[in-house]
């Protein structure tokens, strides 16, 4: 049984039939291969697209290997099409074709409406918008949210999100209900993507160096880091050579195989972004607990890590706001709105509530600001018009953020 996805169901058929190549990139085992060949093939038939007008060609399947040349592949879907005016030509893993940007093209132009995915250790965002120059759309695919998690899982909602926050939102991980089958999968993944891939793909020379820059990213969730900080980190546990400038490569490679998000400082009252310390957060909880041995698995830092990606999620931008000497969370940027988030897993400490509203202070601009906690009260208004939002809520209900 198949997760349903509607939110990217909704933008894949947003393009069709529009001039652009949809490409359609994430984290690898995050589930675009499904989405593009199983879960939008269906969306296409039931729009009475006729099947004989979809061709889908997996370049993964080594009885595909032949046609990982741009010849023998058009030469192939010239030969399936029919009589049809549209084909709806779907290719995965596009990565395997050398020079793929003239293929597509060609395709494009010849009566195809193409959609393509890539493996993130070889075909990356910025390889596609350079090859393509304008041609193209990107699709980010991330791990499930919750509400796609809990759609499939259902139950007690405080249960599911425990478990989502400790195992994270891989497909896989979502239907397998064994508790050990979970753990051995991301221990499994976390391996490939999160180390092997990247060394591989960048043909990095000192590994150990890299993984050591992995684990301070992991026990850093939510902390802000530089690469100059980390570096002196890693000379202090025994890592003499390593450089800022090394990590900071580092750094951009797993950026952009969509393992982290680098979240930037932005100055609120100066308006104005700040080129010193940033934060970062991993595309899923589940490969940090992993690779943390589930030794820190810390709610808090699991709440924060997810309410940013689900911000990302929505399309909004999200930086990291400093107002004065105040640090505020999130401050997510969208075509109509702006929201200052702050996240706490409780403000039932007095304490703990007066720092969290603390960082919204002298902010006057008109815009919502809002705390995103895990506790479950009746109330949404705190003082000087602030707003208080149950986390759960915030997650299962995509307009949560406007109805506050």
């Not at 399947?61 to 029919?82: F, M, P, Q």
């Not at 304008?134 to 509400?147: C, D, M, N, Q």
Request: with cysteine; aromatic share 12%.
């Amino acid at each position: 049984m198949n997760i349903n996805r509607p939110s990217y169901i909704e933008k894949l058929a947003h393009y069709k039939d529009k001039d652009l190549i949809k490409a359609i990139t994430g984290v690898r085992r995050s589930g675009k291969s499904v989405l593009l060949f199983e879960l939008f093939y269906q969306y296409l038939i039931e729009q009475g697209v006729a099947k004989g007008q979809i061709i889908q060609v997996n370049l993964e399947n080594e009885e595909n290997v032949h046609l990982r040349s741009s010849s023998e592949l058009y030469s192939y879907i010239n030969d399936k099409k029919g009589r049809w005016k549209t084909h709806y030509v779907m290719i995965d893993e596009i990565q395997y074709i050398d020079a793929f940007e003239d293929l597509l093209n060609s395709l494009k132009n010849n009566g195809c409406d193409v959609y393509v995915t890539g493996s993130n250790s070889k075909m990356l965002s910025g390889d596609i918008s350079t090859a393509l120059r304008g041609r193209s759309i990107e699709i980010k695919v991330f791990p499930l949210s919750f509400a796609e998690y809990y759609s499939y899982v259902g139950g007690d909602k405080r249960e599911a999100w425990n478990d989502y926050s400790k195992y994270g939102g891989f497909p896989f991980v979502a239907t397998e209900i064994d508790e050990q089958g979970k753990t051995e999968y991301l221990q499994m993944l976390e391996s490939t993507v999160a180390t092997k891939d990247i060394i591989d793909r960048y043909h990095l020379r000192n590994p150990a160096i890299f993984t050591a820059v992995y684990d301070v990213l992991c026990s850093s969730i939510g902390s802000l880091v530089s690469a100059k900080k980390i570096a002196d980190t890693l000379k202090s546990n025994g890592y003499k050579t390593v450089t800022p400038d090394t990590v900071g490569n580092y750094l951009t490679y797993l950026c952009e195989s969509f393992l982290f998000y680098k979240a930037y400082r932005y100055d609120v009252k100066g308006r104005e972004y700040l080129k010193t310390l940033n934060k970062y957060y991993i595309s899923d909880m589940g490969l940090r607990n992993a690779r943390m041995n589930y030794r820190q698995v810390e709610v808090t830092r699991a709440l924060e890590n997810n309410v940013y990606l689900e911000l990302l999620r929505r399309g909004l931008t999200v930086d990291i706001g400093k107002n004065r000497e105040k640090e505020i969370d999130f401050v997510a940027v969208g075509p109509k709105d702006t929201y200052y988030i702050q996240v706490a897993y409780s403000m039932v400490d007095e304490e703990k509530r007066k720092t969290e509203l603390e960082s919204f202070k002298g902010i006057d601009d008109g815009y919502k600001k809002i705390v995103i906690t895990m506790d479950d009260d009746p109330f949404t208004l705190l003082e000087r018009g602030y707003r208080k939002l149950y986390a759960i809520d915030f997650f299962l209900n995509p307009h949560s953020l406007e109805e506050v």
